[in-house]
């Protein structure tokens, strides 16, 4: 069945360094592709999302790119704040939406 | 806009105890689902309702029962709770499904969880 595997954590970076979470998928048709944030204390919440290969989702700073030839979706972002200290979770769409196992994300000053 | 509202926020039960998780969303959704989330392993798909009327079986429906109540509710039921019960429940909804066309780039919307321990 459709799968998303993506790298384990948790990722501990300082302030303006460079992020890149990775993320694959496993599918036998063509899913949509998500990044979703979780701060503490509450739900999940929409990042980005791409619906077909080589789009390229983006929201506050974070951008990712459906790649159908590697089946990813790598999260990167240039430059980190404390503020984006989460846990990630890459997620795909298809007959119905399946997580990955999350990576915690934190950012010191 | 109040979104996704899921009570109670907290809960502690004893095994065999049973309880009912509520859920309600304003957005007009079609589809209503409740996940559980546990360390390590992130969310998995406890049932989900792709319209009024109609509910289904996710990847861990054992022990739990759903109710679509109407098109804004959706309820999550343990008959007997288990430790292994002890979770972080979240209830979503999506835009997606419906008897007609469906629309697989509809994002989640999470409610801010609730929190059950099973002792």
């Known amino acids: 069945g459709d799968s998303v595997t993506q790298m384990e954590g948790p990722v501990t970076l300082s302030e303006e360094a460079f992020l890149t979470i990775n993320c694959t998928y496993t599918?036998?048709?063509?899913?949509?592709l998500f990044w979703y944030v979780q701060y503490p204390g509450e739900g999940l919440q929409l990042l980005l999302k791409a619906t077909k290969a080589d789009d390229k989702g983006s929201n506050k700073g974070f951008e990712a790119t459906y790649r159908k030839e590697t089946t990813s979706f790598h999260l990167e972002k240039g430059s980190v704040q404390v503020s984006d200290s989460a846990v990630y979770f890459c997620a795909l769409s298809q007959n119905d939406m399946r997580f990955g196992a999350g990576t915690r994300l934190t950012v010191k000053p | 806009n109040a979104g996704v509202t899921q009570t109670p926020k907290f809960q502690v039960l004893k095994t065999g105890q049973s309880m009912t998780l509520q859920c309600a969303q304003d957005?007009?959704?079609?589809?209503m689902y409740w996940y559980r989330q546990d360390p390590g392993m992130g969310l998995r798909l406890i049932y989900y309702s792709a319209s009024e009327g109609t509910t289904d079986k996710g990847e861990v429906p054992n022990g739990y029962n759903v109710s679509r109540l109407n098109k804004r509710e959706f309820s999550l039921r343990l008959e007997s709770a288990a430790p292994s019960q002890t979770s972080v429940y979240f209830c979503a909804s999506s835009a997606r499904g419906g008897t007609g066309a469906t629309s697989y780039n509809s994002p989640l919307h999470f409610g801010n969880g609730t929190r059950l321990t099973v002792t």
């Open positions: 599918a036998t048709g063509y899913p949509s």
């Open positions: 957005m007009n959704h079609n589809s």
